[in-house]
């Protein structure tokens, strides 16, 4: 039986939180882990370049997101673990799919038409302004990030809906001017991920300022988690748990049972200091193995480098004899004699 293709990409601008483990790293690292499925996992720093023009700041952030997935225990010899530049066929295919993509389709995504906005709604003149062609076409290298690998499922947020729809369109112009070479990939939305909420109450995001670090050092970790918003409830006044940023936390952590034992809790009336004590202790007991595989990943990043280009490796197997094909397809192969 032929598996499923899973892929999806990171891309390395920041510091991994709570709410991207929650949301997207642990639900790949258990499919890591899965030997039905064929997963792909990348460091998408290509896109990094869209957002980012600092290059310590990328550089770093690949280096975290690496350790970061290792340290969680990704299984690299089911999931293929590489760096997107260490895998130059997919720039290849990215021109030529930049070739067969409409212009209409692009002005149509979401990331642009909010920055033209924004735009548009202060005072410059230009609608454009700040507006690359890196971020104009990010779509297309998205789109050669997935029909590289031939991918079936895209496990993506939300926001990321309408460039899986792009990817399928490019694909589907492709495939009626070249034949089929790609199959049409579909978005997944894990829905037993949870969303994880910041220190606000809004949701987590690194754009809102209101993260917690997945690896924040035991102190810090529990400074944050004393941060986070409550109401100005007493002690011994019934909580209501179901619109409370602890309680929904605590849940993204714990088992059923542990998650009915604190609804008891909030109907006694537990004091908040006491319920952060405790989510503290929930999550730290949860993640202090990773911290410490982290922090001992980080001083050998030679171990770290040795992965990831043993992930391309095996992504290049697939990658080069692909080009050819799709080379040959385009009649850009060399001349028959
Ligand atoms: N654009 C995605 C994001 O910002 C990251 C990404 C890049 C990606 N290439 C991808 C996700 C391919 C899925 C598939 O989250």
Redesign the pocket.
């Known amino acids: 039986m032929n598996k499923e293709t899973v892929?999806?990409?990171?891309?390395t601008t920041g510091t991994p939180h709570l709410g991207n483990y929650v949301g997207a790293i642990r639900p790949a690292i258990a499919a890591s882990k899965n030997s039905h499925l064929s997963p792909f996992y990348?460091l998408?720093d290509y896109?990094a370049l869209i957002k980012c023009q600092q290059p310590e700041l990328v550089r770093q952030s690949s280096l975290e997101i690496a350790a970061t997935w290792l340290a969680l225990g990704l299984d690299t010899s089911n999931a293929v673990f590489y760096r997107?530049s260490d895998v130059p066929e997919i720039m290849e295919l990215t021109w030529m799919l930049t070739c067969v993509t409409a212009k209409g389709l692009m002005n149509r995504s979401h990331a642009y038409k909010a920055v033209v906005a924004e735009n548009e709604t202060g005072k410059s003149q230009d609608s454009d302004k700040g507006v690359t062609m890196g971020l104009f076409s990010?779509p297309v290298?998205?789109a050669a990030?997935?029909l590289m690998f031939n991918?079936h499922q895209?496990?993506?947020?939300k926001?990321?809906i309408q460039?899986?729809e792009m990817a399928r369109d490019i694909a589907n112009r492709f495939n009626h001017l070249y034949g089929e070479h790609f199959i049409l990939p579909k978005a997944v939305i894990d829905s037993n991920s949870a969303t994880l909420l910041g220190l606000d109450g809004r949701k987590m995001s690194k754009s809102y300022h209101n993260t917690i670090p997945l690896f924040a050092p035991e102190k810090k970790l529990r400074k944050l988690i004393n941060k986070i918003k409550t109401n100005s409830l007493e002690p011994g006044e019934p909580k209501d748990p179901d619109n409370c940023t602890l309680f929904s936390t605590y849940q993204a952590f714990a088992s059923t049972s542990e998650v009915d034992e604190i609804r008891k809790l909030y109907a006694d009336g537990i004091a908040w200091g006491e319920m952060k004590a405790r989510l503290f202790e929930q999550v730290n007991e949860q993640v202090y193995p990773a911290r410490e595989r982290y922090q001992a990943l980080l001083e050998d990043p030679k171990h770290i480098e040795a992965e990831l280009l043993a992930g391309a490796k095996k992504a290049r197997a697939i990658s080069q004899p692909f080009i050819q094909q799709l080379r040959k397809a385009v009649g850009i192969s060399a001349i028959s004699i």
Not at 7 to 11: E, H, K, P, S
Not at 154 to 157: D, E, L, N, T
Request: proline share 4%; aromatic share 8%.
């Open positions: 892929l999806t990409g990171i891309t990348f998408a896109h997107q990010y290298l998205m990030d997935i991918a895209v496990p993506v947020g926001d990321q460039h899986i």
